[in-house]
């Protein structure tokens, strides 16, 4: 959270700007309502206030994050309408931009998912129903695209995309960033 935006936002924006921020850093289990209230420069009451309990923050978070990931999709979809191809180059370069920063902690989804273990949580059900869609959106491009099997294909850029973000945390490689790119191009016979 950047400081100049705390007196600038409303209380349930800054307690999740807080919470983005924490939960990013240090992982959902980890960071307590307390800790929330005071990065937001706010009191624990006024986050229940807005909050009935921290799943229900946690749950929030995830769908600011899905809903994120979707306005990139939907500007890509603009930016690129007749151009499948375009589009899929531009969601690798969304996921490409941040993975070489020494701030990158690896995708906030993958992260919760393994915080939130439970299949009926309804935040792990969010982000599950998150993933789902952009593989099948993943795969209506492939498709037209005119690449050879569709949904191969979008396994295949799947496991690269999800695969530089770990990758890129453990610095296994370097260039990850440009590395999934190039890989991408290749795969779209670019």
Not at 72 to 96: S, W, Y
Request: include cysteine; aromatic fraction near 6%.
């Amino acid at each position: 959270m950047r400081p100049e935006r705390v007196p600038q936002l409303a209380p349930r924006e800054r307690i999740l700007d807080a919470a983005e921020a924490l939960f990013f850093t240090e992982g959902i289990s980890r960071v307590t309502v307390d800790a929330i209230a005071a990065k937001a420069k706010s009191t624990k009451m006024t986050v229940y206030r807005h909050f009935e309990s921290k799943d229900a923050l946690v749950l929030a978070w995830i769908r600011l994050l899905v809903d994120q990931y979707a306005e990139v999709f939907e500007g890509l979809a603009a930016r690129h309408a007749d151009d499948p191809k375009g589009q899929i180059l531009g969601f690798a370069e969304f996921i490409a931009q941040d993975l070489s920063t020494a701030s990158y902690r690896g995708c906030p989804f993958t992260h919760s998912l393994a915080e939130l273990p439970d299949p009926q949580n309804p935040a792990r059900q969010l982000i599950e129903a998150h993933k789902k869609r952009q593989f099948q959106r993943l795969v209506a491009l492939c498709e037209e695209a005119g690449l050879a099997e569709p949904n191969e294909t979008a396994m295949a850029l799947t496991y690269l995309m999800e695969g530089a973000q770990v990758v890129s945390q453990n610095k296994s490689v370097e260039q990850v960033g440009e590395n999934l790119i190039r890989m991408i191009r290749k795969i779209l016979g670019e």
